[in-house]
Structures are given as C-alpha cells and as structure tokens.
C-alpha cells in the first residue's frame, strides 16, 4: 500500500466546495426575501410615477402607482417597505411632514389599508424632505441645526405617522436624543406598540448624491454636523448602544458596503435588530457598472447583498428588495 506524499495536503478544505449541494449545505450566510426592505418614494401632485435619472429603474410614486409596487413587494414576499414623501411645498419647519394631510401620512394610510397585513409598512422620521432649507431640523439664528427644537417636531411627525398606521417609524435626522423624545411621545399618546428604528450610525457620506434627486433635496451645504465622520467607527457604535438604551427597537448602519466594520461591531455590541441601509449611490454604482457591461448585474447585486447580511445586517434596505425577492424565490 502506498501513502501520499509529506508534500501533500492532508487537510483540504476544498472537499466542501466540491459541487453546488455540498456548498449550499454548509453555506454560513443565507439571504431570504423576508429579510429585505424596499424604500419607496411617494411625490404630491402627480398622476404617473416619474423615473428617478441616477437611479435606474427607481421611481418617484404617485399614489396609484406607489400600491401596485408596494402589492408588488409582498407578492414578492419582501419583508417590509419604508416609504418617503416628496411634498409639493416645503417650509423652514417642514409643516407638511406632521401634516395629516401631508403627502407622507396619505401614503402611509394607503399603503397600511393595501398591505398592511402583508409587510411592515414603515415611514421616515426626518424633516429634510420637507424644509425649503434641505436640513433634518429647524434651524437657530445663525444657521445651525437646533437639537431639541427639532426634537419637538420630529415627535409631532411621530405621533402623526403613528395615527396614519405606521407600523415602524425610521428615526433618521442623527439629532442627540431623539429615540428617547420619540418614544417618550409616542407612548404618553397610547402608541406603545409602534416600533423605532434608530438610524445609529448613519454617516456623512459622498454616496447620497442620487437620493438627493429622489426627494428633490433643497440642500445647500452638508450635514456633517449631526452625521457623523466617514473616520470614526468607535463613534458609530457609541451612537449604537445610546439608541438602544434610550429604547430603540431596531438600530440602523448607513450606508452599508463602506461601513461593514462598523456594521459587525455594531451587531457584536447590541442585544436588538440590527439593519443596514444599502444606499443610493451604492445601488447607481453596481447599476451603471452593469449598464457597460463591466460587472454581471444580477451576481453582484446578489453579491453585494449577502455581503451586508454577512456583516451582521439582520435585514437592508435596497432598491432592489423586490427583484431580488423573486430571483432568490426562483421567479
């Protein structure tokens, strides 16, 4: 009997690679259609969705359309979608936001009365669609975002969403303490069971450029005075476990492809949820890479997202939410 050689390999990790059977039973990651969310974009004033230009296949909604997407996703067995509104009139203290005839809170009871019982239904806490100023707050004499003047209004657009039915409300200004106002807010109305998902760590990042199209940003500026430095990670995580002690349901990491370290600290620190939000200039990258011809769409796409799954993100949001639904059910 003869033996292989010392020069050989005894130990071949490659056995577990060998065919696609094997490699899916012993896969670490899984990616699940329930595990993503759709961000959707609702505009006032229109009949016709309206295509977004840096963000192909991506469309700002009118409300008809904004239902046959959203029964789209659930068909699609999507878990949740997170909506934004564009209004047609915006003010210096976003007066439309809290609006129960505002844009947002019209689309929210459409979509609760559409799918209510399919998927979470969830809206964004933020002021910057609606200021004529483009900020996520009011602002003071000088200019500056004023904290706790927009926490007073960041908790009448949360009781206002809640009355509309959301079920989850996506708290995404980066103002110091407004899980704690929020959910203080929301439970002296009766609204305890409304969920909050804490944008924990969303930085200041050159990869929002075409989401400032979707919501027709009147942004003049940055917001590197309340998001944070693209640098720091020790501070992501810090603003992670405020927003879980001042009682976050769910914590969030944006952007999501160039934060993966922050995104696994953050999953190693927390004892809830944790999301990550694939962005827009993410989702125009991979888009336009396909568009030459450069990079296989659908394998990066899948790609890209079980990198993020694979991080820790327990769910994410992506624009492609519904067409990686049906690919991963085999439609």
């Known amino acids: 009997m003869s033996f292989p ?8 990790p490659r056995r577990m690679r060998q065919s696609p059977a094997v490699r899916a039973l012993v896969r670490e990651t899984s990616l699940e259609p329930g595990q993503l969310v759709l961000p959707m974009f609702v505009r006032e004033g229109i009949t016709e969705q309206v295509a977004i230009s840096s963000m192909p296949g991506v469309a700002q ?13 659930a068909e699609a067995g999507v878990g949740g979608v997170m909506l934004f509104g564009v209004p047609s009139v915006r003010d210096a203290v976003g007066s439309g936001a809290d609006d129960p005839d505002g844009i947002l809170n019209v689309a929210t009871r459409a979509l609760v009365s559409e799918v209510g019982d399919a998927l979470v239904v969830q809206t964004d806490l933020c002021l910057d669609e609606f200021t004529d100023h483009g900020h996520c707050g009011v602002l003071a004499a000088d ?3 004023d904290n706790d003047a927009t926490l007073e209004r960041y908790v009448s657009m949360a009781l206002a969403q809640a009355r509309a039915g959301s079920h989850l409300l996506g708290l995404s200004g980066m103002m110091d303490g407004q899980v704690a106002a929020i959910r203080h807010g929301l439970d002296a109305e009766g609204f305890t069971d409304t969920l909050l998902l804490g944008y924990a760590a969303k930085y200041a990042s050159a990869f929002y450029g075409p989401f400032r ?3 027709d940003s009147q942004l003049q500026g940055d917001r590197r005075t309340y998001q944070l430095d693209p640098g720091n990670r020790r501070e992501g995580l810090r603003e992670a476990l405020i927003d879980e002690a001042e009682g976050a349901d769910v914590v969030m990491v944006k952007p999501a492809m160039g934060f993966l370290d922050v995104l696994r600290e953050v999953r190693d620190a927390v004892h809830v949820p944790v999301w990550a939000y ?3 200039g993410e989702y125009a990258m991979i888009e336009a890479a396909a568009a030459n011809g450069w990079i296989d769409r659908r394998a990066a796409v899948l790609e890209s997202l079980l990198s993020i799954r694979r991080a820790g993100a327990d769910a994410v949001l992506t624009y492609w939410a519904t067409e990686a639904a049906g690919w991963l059910r085999g439609r």
């Open 143 to 145: 200019g500056s975002v």
């Open 61 to 73: 909604h009118s409300l008809d359309s904004l239902r046959r997407a959203a029964v789209a996703a």
């Open 278 to 280: 694939q962005i827009s």
């Open 213 to 215: 199209e979707a919501v």
């Open 5 to 12: 050689s010392a020069d050989f390999p005894t130990i071949r």
